[in-house]
């Protein structure tokens, strides 16, 4: 059973950084990971991708430029690199894994993901 533990959420102003991590148990070079929030009163939603080997990335619309999604395998980490913050990016931002995916594919289609971590906390606001 593969676990994951999120860490780096916290409160931010607006236009500030913040730098998640999602950090494995054990050996994930064969997981594709996934950044999905979700914001109060709404659903989850898929923000950034990577494939297992760290090739392709995925973003949604809402944060392609802003955020950036990089992998250390040697590490069992993934970060999420989030700039230029804005007030509806605050959510709980959960890390996911799949190990169902090709190696050259990035998906924040939640569904196929298996493996979840607990969640951490991202509030932007002045």
């Known amino acids: 059973q593969l676990q994951l533990v999120e860490s780096g959420g916290g409160l931010v102003q607006p236009g500030g950084s913040l730098k998640l991590s999602c950090t494995a148990s054990?050996?994930?070079?064969?997981?594709?990971v996934g950044w999905f929030r979700q914001a109060p009163g709404k659903e989850r939603e898929g923000v950034s991708s990577i494939s297992s080997r760290g090739y392709k990335t995925n973003h949604a619309d809402s944060v392609q430029g802003r955020f950036t999604i990089l992998r250390d395998n040697a590490r069992n980490t993934v970060y999420l690199q989030m700039n230029s913050l804005k007030p509806e990016d605050t959510g709980i931002y959960y890390c996911?894994?799949?190990?169902?995916?090709?190696?050259?594919?990035?998906?924040?289609?939640?569904?196929?993901?298996?493996?979840w971590g607990q969640g951490t906390q991202v509030t932007v606001s002045s």
């Open positions: 996911a894994a799949t190990d169902r995916l090709a190696t050259w594919v990035a998906s924040r289609t939640e569904s196929e993901y298996d493996y």
């Open positions: 054990r050996f994930m070079d064969d997981y594709a």
